[in-house]
Each structure stands twice: as C-alpha cells, then as structure tokens.
C-alpha cells in the first residue's frame, strides 16, 4: 500500500536525517526501526492489542508513565523532577526493584499541552504493564488527567499537582496527591508574614497567568484579609506563564510601593523575575516573599530576608532531612549526578516515587504476597501514612494529602555558596486544611487571629 | 474503483480501534483535524491562505462548553450549535476578510485569531484562562453513557460525519460555487465582468470554512474532554494549513488524508524521538517542493489543481 | 501627575525598542524580496541563544566583560552570516514568483525545523546572561529605578532607523535595492544583480532579527517557545506599520508598547490582549497599516 511506502520513506528520511545531523540521542537505531516497521503495520493492518489481563503474576518490569516538563521555562522546575526520578528508580532498581520486579519509567513531556498529555496518558494507559501514573506537574494537567484516571482506573499519583480543586469533590478512587496543596501552602505564607512583619499595609502580587496564580492570590489574599482586615491589595498582575521580560511589571511594581510583593511565579520565570527585579531594586523597597523561592537558591543571588519556601516540607536541608541518613545520601548523589542540590520539586518526585513503593508493599502484605491488580493498588494508597525523605506524608479517605509547610527566610551559609533558609517555621499538615468536604475559601474566611497565634513562631524549626 | 478505495479506507479505520483501542483517540483527532483542514482547503481552492482558522475551531469547542453550562446536554443539539456558532463567528470575520487578498488575508485573519487567543487566555473568569474548561460527557439522544462508551458513539460518528460532509463538500466544490472559487484564483476580474459577485462566493466560501473548522474543534474538544486557549494559537493555524497541503487540496478527501497520516506518524514517532516539529517541517518542505499535490496527489487522477 | 506619566512614558519606550528590534528585519525583508518570512522569530531567538552563549563563554574565561557587548553584535553577524545565504539561496529564492501560499508554508516549515534545532543545540533549559546590564548601572528617573541598558537600547532603536534610512536613501547598496524594490524586472535589465540584492537584503534582515535577540538577552530569558511569540508580535508591527515600511514599524512599535504598557498599568488583566487588539483596531480602518498602499489585485 502507498501509505507503508510513504511512512516508510518518510521514516527512513528521518533515520538519515538523525544520522545527518547527529541528532541521535540515546535513540537506538533499532528502536526506530520497529517503530517504522510498526507503523507501517498499523497503518495496513491495524495492531495487535496488548490484552490487558489481571494481573496476578508478578510481571517481569513494572511501567510507570511519569509526566513531567522536560521542555519550554517550566523545565526549570520539571527537569528536577525527572533527575530525582532517575536517581531514585535507579536505587530502586540497584535494589532489585518494587517487591522483586525492575521499575522502567516512560517520560511525558507536559509541555506538549493538555491535548498532547492526554493522548499520551491514554496510550500509556492502554498498556498492561504500566500499572501507575505519576502525574503530573502542572495543575492544569492534573484537572485534565483526573476523569481520565477514574474512568480508565489507573491509580495516578500526582507528583506536584498543588491545585487545591483536585481532589476537592471528595470522589476520587485512583486519583492521588501525596503533597499539600494550595490552601496550606499559601495560608502558611500569610501567617509567617504577619508574624514577621505585623505592620503590613499594603501588598502587591504578581503570579503567572494560570489556575496556580490566581488560585494563590485568592487564598493568600483571603487569609490575610481574615487574619488583619486592613491589608489592600494595591496591584494584582499576572504575566503570561512563560513569559521572558518583566520590566514593564516591576515598573508598576515600583511604582505601587507596596509593603510586600507577593510571588508564586516558579521555573525560568522565577529566575528571569528576580534576575530582572533585583538590579531594579524591588527586593530593597519591599518585602518580597517567593513562594517557590528555594528553587532558586543555588542559581540566582537572592539578597537576604526574601520570604521562600518549599510548598510542602521537601527541603533538602531541613533539620529533619539532615537527621535522616536516606535524605543525606539521596541529595549528595543527586548533587553527584546533576552537579545541583535537589531542590524541592526533586524531593516531591523522590517523596512520590517513596509513596508508589510503599503502596506496593502494603498492597502485597493485604493481599497475601500476590502482585496487586490496579485497584487493589489504590485501595493501598487511601488512608495510607508513608515515610518520606523529609517527614511523612498522610493520606486523607479523600485522598488529599497531609504533608508539613515549612517557611523562612533567605540568609547567607557559611558552609555553602549560595543562601539558605533560616529562621524557619514547620506547621503541621492537617492544622492549615480545612476538613474534608468543606469549602476552602469559606474556612479560610473563618480564620481569626487567634488561629494563628496558636501556630508555632517564626525560628521554631531548628 | 476510487469509491472502492475510499470505503475499504472507510472501513479499515472503523476496525481499527477494535484491535488497538488506544488508536481510537488518535483517529477520532485526526478526523477533527482533517475537518479543520479541510475548511482550510476550501479557501486554498480561492488562492486564499488563512493562518487563523484555528480561532474557529477554538470558538466551537469553547462554544460546546457554554452551551453545556447553558443547559444543553445532548451531543446533536451541541454539535449542531457550536458549529453554527463557529459559522456565526466566521460570518462575522468573513464579512470583512474577504476583502483581502493574498499576505493581507493571511495578516489579517492571523490578527484576528490571535484576538481571540489572547481574549481566552486572559479573560480567566470567563474562559479558565490558558488552563480552559472541561468539556463534559454528553448524552446521546437521552442516553447517559460512561465515557469510554461516549468516546466510541463520538468516533464512530465522526468517521459517518467524514463520509457525509466530506460528499457534501464535494459537491459544493464541483457546483458552480465552488468552481467560481477557482475561478477568483485563476481571473478575479474576468470573475466580476462575468456578473459573479465575488465578494458573495468568497463569503459564503468563508462560511462554510469556518463551520467545518467548528465541526473539527467540537470534535477535538469532546475527544479531548477540555478546550484551551492553544486551540486558537497561530501555529495550530499553520498546522492546520499544513495538513491540507500534505494531504494536497486537490480533493476532499486529501484533507484527511493529510491529518490521518499526521497523527499516526505522530502517535510513532513520539516513542522514539521528540523533534516532531523538525520532522514534519521537514516533510511540509519536501512535499510543497516535489509533490504539489500532497500525498493525496499519489492516489488521485491527474485533474488535481496544486496550489 | 508628572511622576505617574515619566514612568509611563519610559515603559513603553523601552518596550517599543525591543519589540522594534524583533519586528524591523521581517518587514525590511517583506519589503525587497516579497515574502513573509514565518521564521523570522526563530532567527531572533536564535541570535539571543548565540548571544548568551558567547557572553557566558566570555564570563566563563574571566575574560573583560565589556566585550560582552561585543559578543551581543559578534554574534548578531555570525547568525546572518550564516543563516542568511543558506536561507536565501536554500529555500526563500525557490519561492520567488510562486504564491503567498507557498511562501508562507515553506518558511513556516523552516519555522518548524528550527524551533526544533534550536530545542537540540541549546537545550530546553531557560538562557539568561546580564553581564551587559549590570556593566551599565541603574539610574532612578521618575521615583522608579531603571536600568540603564534599557535607555540605551531606545537610543539604540533610534539609530537602527536612521542607520537603515541613511543605508537606503545614501549609498549605492541602497539605491540598487531601491530599485530592485521597484521594479525587479527593470532592475534586472538595467545588468543589476538581482540575485547578490536578494542574498544581502535577507541576510541584513536575518542581522538584525538576530541583532534583536541578542540585544534583548540582557534583559530577559530565552527559552523554548520565545521564536513563536516575538514572531507574531513582528507581525503584529509590521502589519500595523504597512508591510515593507521601516519607519511605520517604528510608529508601530511606539503603538504597540505603549498599548501594553497601558494595560499592564491600568488593566493588567488585558495586558497580551493589548497589542493584538491594537493592530486589528489599526487594520480596521486602515488594511494596509499606517504607511502601507494598495498593491493592485492581479488581472
């Protein structure tokens, strides 16, 4: 048929063209050849599908489809997730893998758009051996991914996800998030900066045009507003997710004087934000609090008494990650590999890998030593309460996690040429979520000062 | 002999999905995309490129979403009226767009489009911004079905809805209509000394691109199960003018032939490379240079017009 | 009043510079060659990716780092030197006479491939080298700190108008252009060399895209995606402008920034809106943009 002639030729172009232009990475001729020689038969025949069968016996890998970005500025933050994965799954592996069977993981590029994640989600998924999704990054993705999760029954584990609309309807049997999410993470940052600084009048916020911005200006801005009334918000920007240049917006806020500049831009914007802020003074004239600041550390010179965190208690350097010998062996190899620290979002990723394992070994004790099916696999993971590098992370009956917020702020290490987070704070997980079912915002707004005078103080966690 | 061909195509793809049930989703994109194309297809037949017909397909996949917010629940009512609403907006663009020719057309809907683009990526009380809105399952003729069963009634729809436009708008084609098309891209002049209103065949011509666009993004965005502000970004634009010209626009059918033949190549080479864009960059270059006529061209007699 | 103007005011100059830079090369190669080159983002991204390259190697060898600035045109001439004559003679010149169709699908396949050879050579990690921009301070005008790149960049822009002005209207390569630009046939008959025109005039707009992606790296990231984006902004420019018409990219320019920075003051939720918005509002009234005429339908 002139279709198998046609891909064929125009596969083949390709192959020579990889060979032309040395673009062969890590891609083994042979594989192309039987993707070609694939697609070639699917076009004419159609292929064979992989029966998906229960899956009792052991098998002889376990799949896992791992989303992340591995392109575009938010690379900046997904790379590190990759790495950790890499790492952790090689230790996995060095180990004999998960209860005996080899871990393989699949990568999925999130920056290709939601359209791209759910085609690729959907073909991972229709694959037998891939039992779990790890996904994904981007809140987006996430609410993209959950329905198809639940309908094809895939326990899916969302590695960052911080969208508190996730798993907010309470339903979820295969959806997952061992992490906080946006409710604590931003209340947490209220509550440090009233402690830090009581006087604040006014705030300025600039967050990247997407759910995860607006959905933490709301929060920030409503649990500020609960706990001192007369905070004004005096500018409210929302660049472009991705966007490069931020003068014009750090001329506004200039122009603002604001008390506080407020941020959860994260990945290359983070950097190019405080690259371009920095010089201009920002930092100088106002109290800037970057929510996901600890992803810069060890790359941008931040001046000293930034407010950062980490979402979450992944800190590599946390009192209780250094007290934990795992911890302190996993970021000294990962600096080894990657010639960087791990910075939080490559401790969420190792934290969820830990999370997928533990599931496993649960599920095989419940079951009498048998491989688990999918679902037993999440049933496995509900109500669970997993160690993790960096503390532990609880699974509510609707399958919210519970994970520790730690915040401080930025000082300079004698021990290491970059800052460090002093000064810190670590609330506890379920104290700044709401219960299950409850609207988040309507609970934030019942916050009184009083609530947070009962929360550990700033310099606590040492 | 070519109508045996095309149902034994016909064919193939609806078995298709029965061995490898993840190809459904990649086909049922594939018709979406071949409908966009094939929107696109029609204007090329004018001499008339357009670099912004991804907004229509946006604008019924986001129109899908209000219309089931609204209350409209069921798949035909849906369908129907989102791809009235993509015509309606292309009516509207159309009116004054097809006043241009040549660059300034493909200026000027590229503009318009990235209006668009940029009012559903920030306006985020109203479309989710650049995260966009879910589309939900609807019901088939009062039917409520689980998912996997609706993907299935929306490809095997789909692929019925290929046949049928697709013979539709081949007979528009070949109507005076569509031969005035031609006939604006050969001698616009002589066109209007003939007492044709040009700017009446262009419009309606317009029309009738926008709609199948529509019909195309309300596919995708039901397929998809969420409508994003990406849609309507320049470059899906040109995607969608690259998939008719690989195809070839010589005929209808060279529309789908172009997305079908994209996707899948797609869906395999995903596995082991991901310089998509250099490879199909790559093949845009080599088929507009050595087969004007697309890959449809292969198939089809001699009479195809190139570009 | 005052105070909340020159803020204002300095925003958008400094903003139409930039958006100046990435649109003059597109609309200076429309304006001899007749076509719409779809890559020309790609071409500033990739001069702001050489550029950051070099200034890195140059912080990275200790090196003065005022050769960075430099490195910024080094690497802006590099770019056109090499892309410019493989472009032309590769592919743009086999699209001369052929349609609009073919033109801007042909460049939008060279858009495709190298977005994604960029993807390869320079990774998908966000570049970011400001050695020029700290060599140059800040200055506080209008109760706000700038960075004095940035007013060097608007001088800067003006001097590419006047330099491209003074290029046409007062040498020889100018006026060869300019009747290349014309009537090529004529051009042709008259024993000029129409095709060494062409080979120039592409690659002095491949110069100055890279020269608008180098100048911008200083004072913003390049990563995956930015080709895309400065791409449709230049045509934003060169559309308001009138297509071939450097001065009007220049107004253009001045309209567009201005119109961003606006939103981003006053309605910040509107600010990529702006541009696009301003461009359908100048087209509207006037198709052709601002400086641009009616070229005569075919008979």
Known sequence: ????????????????????????????QANLRWAVDGLAGALALGVVAATPVAAQEKPGSLG??????????????GMPGKNAADLIIDEINAKGGIEGVPVS???????????????????????????????????????????????????????????????????????????????????????????????????????????????????????????????????????????????????????????????????????????????????????VILALGETVLQRVPLPDGVIVGVLGDGWWMSPDAKANPETVKFAEAYKARFGEYPVFPAIKMANALIYVKAAYKAAMQKNGGKWPTRAELADAMKGSKVA??????????????????????????????????GDMVRYKGDSLMPQAGQDPLAWISTLKPEFARRLPKPGSYK | ????????????????PIAAPWLQFVLTLAIAKGFAALGVAVLLRAGLISIGHAMFFAASAYAVTFLARA??????????????????????????????????????????????????????????????????????????????????????????????????????????????????????????????????????????SAALAGLGGAIAGFAIGRVVPDFAFWTASGHLVLIAVLGGIGGVPGAFIGALFLELLHSAAVTVTDSWNLIVGMTLIIVIMFMPQGVYGLFARKEASNL | ????????????????????????????????????????????????????????????????SYLSFAALLFSAVFVAAIFGPLI??????????????????????????????????????????????????????????????????????????????????????????????????????????????????????????ALGGALATPTSGIAPGLGADTMVLAFAVAAIGGLGQIEGAAVASLIVGLARVLAIYLAPSLDAVAPYAAMLAVLLIRPYGLFGSVTARRI
Request: aromatic fraction near 10%.
């Open chain 3, 88 to 209: 032309e003679r590769g592919l743009v010149r086999w699209t001369y006479g052929k349609s609009e169709a073919v033109q801007i699908l042909i460049t939008f396949g060279l858009f495709l491939i190298l977005e994604d050879l960029q993807r390869l050579i320079f990774g998908v990690q966000s570049f970011y080298e400001d050695a020029p921009m700290r060599l140059l301070g800040t200055s506080s005008i209008g109760g706000v700190v700038y960075l004095n790149y940035q007013i060097v960049l608007i001088g800067m822009a003006l001097l590419v108008v006047i330099g491209l002005r003074l290029l046409i209207n007062h040498t020889r390569l100018g006026r060869l252009i300019t009747a290349v630009v014309t009537d090529r046939e004529m051009a042709q008959s008259i024993g000029i060399d129409t095709n060494r025109i062409f080979i120039l005039a592409f690659s002095l707009g491949v110069f100055l895209a």
């Open chain 1, 64 to 77: 896992l489809g791992l989303f992340t970005f591995t392109s575009g500025p938010a690379a900046a933050y």
């Open chain 1, 105 to 287: 993981a699949t990568y999925v590029d999130e920056a290709q758009g939601a359209q791209g994640v759910i085609a690729e989600y959907r073909r991972l998924a229709g694959d037998a051996k891939n039992q779990v999704m790890v996904a994904a990054l981007s809140s987006a993705n996430c609410l993209a991914l959950a329905p198809l999760a639940e309908q094809l029954e895939v326990p899916t584990v969302g590695w960052n996800c911080d969208t508190h609309q996730l798993l907010i309807d309470g339903k979820s049997k295969y959806v997952f998030r061992p992490n906080g999410n946006t409710v604590p993470e931003f209340v947490a940052y209220a509550i440090y900066l009233l402690d830090r600084k009581p006087d604040v009048k006014t705030v300025a916020i600039i967050n990247p045009d997407y759910a995860f911005g607006h959905d933490a200006a709301k929060i920030f801005t409503a649990a500020l507003k609960a706990l001192k009334p007369d905070v004004e918000i005096v500018a409210e920007l929302y660049p472009k997710l991705g966007s490069p240049n931020y003068q014009t917006e750090i001329s506004r806020l200039a122009t603002a004087r604001p008390d506080v500049v407020f941020s959860n831009l994260w990945g290359a914007d983070l950097e190019n934000f405080v690259r371009q802020a920095a010089p201009r003074g920002i930092f100088t004239s106002s109290q």
């Open chain 3, 1 to 64: 009043m005052l105070t909340a103007i020159i803020p204002l005011l300095l925003d958008s100059l400094a903003s139409a510079a930039l958006i100046f830079f990435a649109a003059v090369g597109l609309t200076l190669v429309f304006s001899v060659l007749r076509v719409l080159n779809v890559a020309h983002g790609s071409l500033y991204s990739i001069g702001g990716y050489v550029a950051a390259s070099i200034c890195l190697f140059v912080a990275s060898r200790q090196l003065n």
């Open chain 2, 1 to 16: 002999m070519r109508t045996l061909l095309a149902a034994a195509a016909v064919l193939t793809l609806a078995v298709l």
């Open chain 1, 388 to 421: 993790t590098l960096t503390g532990t992370a609880q699974t509510r009956p609707d399958n919210d996690g519970l994970v520790d917020q730690i915040v401080g702020v930025t000082v300079k290490a004698s021990a290491q040429p970059f800052p460090v987070i």
């Open chain 2, 71 to 208: 209350g409209i629940h069921d798949l035909g009512l849906l369908l129907i009226f989102s791809v009235l609403a993509g015509a309606l907006v292309g009516a509207v663009a159309g009116s004054f767009l097809v006043r241009y020719r040549a660059i300034f057309f493909a200026m000027l809907n590229l503009a318009v489009s990235m209006v668009f683009y940029a009012l559903c990526a920030k306006l985020y009380g109203v479309t989710g911004g650049t995260d966009g809105m879910a589309v939900p399952v609807p019901t088939v003729f009062g039917l409520v079905l689980s998912e996997p069963a609706f993907k299935s009634v929306l490809f095997y729809l789909s692929l019925g809805l290929m046949v049928l436009v697709g013979v539709s708008v081949q007979r528009y084609l070949n109507s005076p209509l569509g031969h005035a098309l031609a006939a604006v891209h050969t001698n616009e002049i002589r066109l209007e000394y003939l007492g044709v209103p040009v700017w009446a065949v262009l419009l309606i011509a317009y029309v009738v």
């Open chain 1, 1 to 28: 048929m002139a279709f198998k002639d046609i891909s064929i030729v125009v596969a083949r172009y390709l192959s020579s063209l990889e060979l032309a232009f040395r673009l062969d990475r890590g891609t083994p």
